[in-house]
T-cell receptor, first 109, second 115 residues
Framework: LAKTTQPISMDSYEGQEVNITCSHN???????ITWYQQFPSQGPRFIIQ???TKVTNEVASLFIPADRKSSTLSLPRVSLSDTAVYYC??????????FGTGTRLTVIP | SAVISQKPSRDICQRGTSLTIQCQVD?????MFWYRQQPGQSLTLIAT?????????ESGFVIDKFPISRPNLTFSTLTVSNMSPEDSSIYLC????????????FGPGTRLLVL
């Protein structure tokens, strides 16, 4: 079971780019890297998923180095509404089920 | 994506009673899961709800305490039995599969307070 390590918390000012790094040294060959966002009193929401290199969607970018032992979620120009907990998971298909501690991002006006 | 609803959205229960939480999906899904999220904590997987057979429980969770049903591909229930204040948590269902990308989709959660 691949384990992930993230910073417990981060603060950022509005309008800044935020990068949250996740370590997953034991990632398996077939594992994907998936990031979720969770607001208070809501279920986690899928943000982005990748296998290698870089993935970008309308919400975020995901950078994965060649060794895949870490990944970085990049949120461009954060706003107050991006204040949430961000979780990194590694796994494949229905084995991508185990949440780590997550990173609590606080965006400051 | 999938639209997932849970009932009830919240409840306050007395110690020793049981509560059944329902999870309904708007389309057929391959797999359904139940999680618990204690206050201020991350999510912990309780079990995988298997259609037509007994659920698969994670370490630390047992069927007598958390019986689960999954009668079809769009519905599942989780019962929290003989509740104590330590069971106060948010309970979330999630789904995976059947045309979705390789990720889960979560319901809104059921907030349970046991007095």
């Amino acid at each position: 079971l691949a384990k992930t390590t993230q910073p417990i918390s981060m603060d950022s000012y509005e309008g800044q780019e935020v990068n949250i790094t996740c370590s997953h040294n034991n990632i398996a060959t077939n594992d994907y890297i998936t990031w979720y966002q969770q607001f208070p009193s809501q279920g986690p929401r899928f943000i982005i998923q990748g296998y290698k290199t870089k993935v970008t969607n309308e919400v975020a970018s995901l950078f994965i180095p060649a060794d895949r032992k870490s990944s970085t979620l990049s949120l461009p120009r954060v706003s107050l509404s991006d204040t949430a907990v961000y979780y990194c998971l590694v796994g494949v298909g229905a084995n991508n089920l185990f949440f780590g501690t997550g990173t609590r991002l606080t965006v400051i006006p | 994506s999938a639209v997932i609803s849970q009932k009830p959205s919240r409840d306050i229960c007395q110690r020793g009673t049981s509560l059944t939480i329902q999870c309904q999906v708007d389309s057929q899904v391959t797999m359904m899961f139940w999680y618990r999220q204690q206050p201020g904590q991350s999510l912990t997987l309780i079990a995988t709800a298997n259609q037509g057979s007994e659920a698969t429980y994670e370490s630390g969770f047992v069927i007598d305490k958390f019986p689960i049903s999954r009668p079809n591909l769009t519905f599942s229930t989780l019962t929290v039995s003989n509740m104590s204040p330590e069971d106060s948590s948010i309970y979330l269902c999630s789904v995976w599969g059947r045309g979705f990308q390789e990720t889960q989709y979560f319901g809104p959660g059921t907030r349970l307070l046991v007095l």
